[in-house]
């Protein structure tokens, strides 16, 4: 059974979700601070991570940030706030989608189920343990979802960086637009436009390359999107 963690302050809301999250088979817990939200998001495992952004004790932004730290867990926000600002900072900071209140519960019980099942697609058996992408001094471990520079410091990624660097590294000197990365790591039903794709590009590019300037891996194709080198 798949354990989901909601961080929401308001009861109401809460219990709303669990019950959704329940009948469709989810073992639930619940925290109303966001301090103990990240405190039990950190010691135990959950499959996905429900997080508001207004919360006592710790802002659901600083949260996301905590969790990706140590992470790749899905995170699926889920807040009132509607500004794009908002939006694009929560997707920056490495959660998988944004939801905005009010919500419609069978949508909330899509997203968690089609990011659950990305999820699994990216960890599970259907890639080969062996497989590994080097190049450079840059080694890609699919299997582990591990990323190496100078072939053995290891830089930490989000989920959503990591999906992104293996799938251009997979598509070695292929030209690919911001939407067509948009559409293959965030879904075209998530939340958000292709200004992600640059932000997260500018995130990975800080944590492989020696001069994110003059990037060697990831190139920009002004005016089209990126590509990585071969």
């Known amino acids: 059974m798949k354990r989901v963690l909601i961080i ?3 009861p109401s809301i809460a219990k709303l979700q669990k019950d959704y999250l329940e009948i469709n088979g989810f073992a639930v817990d619940i925290e109303f601070r966001g ?6 998001a950190l010691k135990l495992q959950y499959d996905l991570i429900i997080l508001d952004l207004m919360l006592p004790g710790m802002d659901g932004f600083e949260i996301c940030r905590n969790i990706r730290d140590k992470k790749d867990t899905p995170i699926l926000i889920v807040s009132a706030r509607k500004e794009d600002v908002d939006i694009m ?3 920056g900071l490495g959660a998988d989608d944004y939801l905005t209140k009010p919500f419609n519960p069978s949508e909330l019980i899509a997203r968690v189920k089609a990011h659950l099942s990305r999820y699994e697609r990216l960890v ?3 890639v080969p343990k062996n497989e590994r992408i080097a190049i450079r001094g840059l ?3 699919k299997a582990s979802r591990r990323v190496y520079i100078n072939e053995e410091q290891e830089v930490v990624l989000t989920s959503k960086e990591f999906d992104l660097l293996a799938y251009l590294a997979s598509n070695p000197d292929r030209v690919m637009t911001k939407d067509m990365l948009f559409d293959q ?4 039903d998530s939340t958000g436009d292709n200004a992600t794709v640059t932000v997260h590009i500018g995130k ?6 020696f001069d994110s300037a003059s990037p060697q891996y990831i190139e920009t194709i002004w005016g089209v999107g990126y590509r990585f080198r071969a």
């Open 8 to 10: 929401e302050d308001e």
């Open 35 to 40: 301090d103990s939200g990240l405190q039990r």
């Open 89 to 91: 900072r929560g997707l």
């Open 124 to 126: 599970g058996k259907r």
């Open 139 to 141: 080694i890609i471990d």
């Open 185 to 188: 790591i965030w879904g075209m």
């Open 204 to 209: 990975v590019r800080d944590k492989i390359e």
